[in-house]
């Protein structure tokens, strides 16, 4: 289980946006989690930042069992889900960001929920601990090993 302290991780993948995001699509649904919403941020105004084309969308994701086990639980709960996983990339690079909203807000989720809160944090985790590493930057581990010595 996933501590609440845990606040979500970035990975860069070194596989186009329009790669990297069906094998998220197909990684969440293997950890049985279900994309309840999604929106494609791309063309708002605020992000284009004039570096070339690229790509966002946003996931929102949970499971059934767990949002209704946090809700049941304390109606509460239900301001911290579902869980945010933003995508960014272009034909070279992808990034993926998600964050446990409890710890990323500094709010504590109540008492009764924070169990299945934690557990959906960790199962995105999982999943997404999946995702292909970046490749490390040319000559980055002849360097390190010329260090070594």
């Not at 049985?32 to 790509?55: K, Q, T, W």
């Not at 969308?57 to 639980?73: N, R, S």
């Not at 990339?89 to 008492?111: E, F, I, K």
Request: proline residues 8%; negative net charge; charged residues 20%.
């Amino acid at each position: 289980m996933m501590h609440s302290a845990t606040i979500g991780d970035t990975r860069i993948v070194t596989e186009a946006y329009g790669k990297c995001l069906p094998l998220i699509r197909r990684l969440l649904e293997d950890a049985d989690l279900s994309i309840v919403e999604e929106f494609d941020i791309s063309d708002a105004p605020y992000f284009r930042l004039g570096i070339g084309s690229r790509h966002c969308i946003v996931l929102l994701v949970d499971t059934p069992v767990l949002l209704f086990e946090a809700i049941a639980l304390d109606r509460a709960a239900a301001v911290f889900l579902p869980i945010h996983i933003v995508i960014c990339g272009n034909r070279d690079t992808s990034y993926v960001h998600w964050a446990n909203p409890a710890a990323s807000s500094g709010l504590r989720p109540p008492t009764p929920s924070k169990e299945p809160l934690d557990e959906l944090c960790s199962r995105v985790t999982q999943a997404l601990s999946r995702l292909p590493p970046a490749a490390e930057p040319a000559g980055y581990g002849r360097t390190r090993q010329r260090d070594a010595l």
